[in-house]
């Protein structure tokens, strides 16, 4: 199986700055690179998919960018309401998850 | 509108099986696969298997082959997932997701289905 390894597990960030959170494959996986939001007892909500399409209803603030192993999701001016966790997910072989990546306020 | 709705909260004995729904609505439900995935509590997302409504062909992750089938009844839009010789370390919420085809993203996904397994 590919192994997607997540930094950093945890952020600490402010509302208005610019987070980034990074991905990598262990082996590539093209462009098939998909980014999930998920908030307590909720299912995970697409974002990204592959690499860099905005889910459509996904805020323009949310971008993403890469391909083969590395990748990444960047927030452009966080907002209050996207404190929550975030996954990648390759859907180039059977699909595997990051372990996640855990937005807080600071 | 689309969605996937789930079976409700289940719990087991170690030993026994479980076995959840996931009814489909607002699309025509032979055209996506559907995905099933867990989350244990405090842990990330693992993926169990996949069924395609249409054709039936399966494909299951080699740690759950031999304990886990997938079934659709394509006449009530429903798939479910029967995992048996249930431990304790499956105690997880199961969801069901739509994939459009090959390659795609998760794009829908169902509420989720909390299992506990517990003597």
Redesign the interface.
Known sequence: DVQMTQSPSSLSASVGDRVTITCRASQSVSNYLNWYQQKPGKPPKVLIYTASNLQSGVPSRFSGSGSGTDFTLTISSLQPEDFATYYCQQSYDNPTFGQGTKLESK | QVQLVQSGAEVKKPGASVKVSCKASGYTFSDYYL?W?RQAPGQ????LGWIDPNSGDK?Y??KFQGRVTMTRDTSIGTAYMELGRLRSDDTAVY?C?RVPS??????V????TTVTVSS
């Open positions: 995905y995935v990330g997302l693992e993926w494909k992750a080699l969801f997701a090959s390659y795609s993203p998760m794009d996904w169902g509420q989720g």
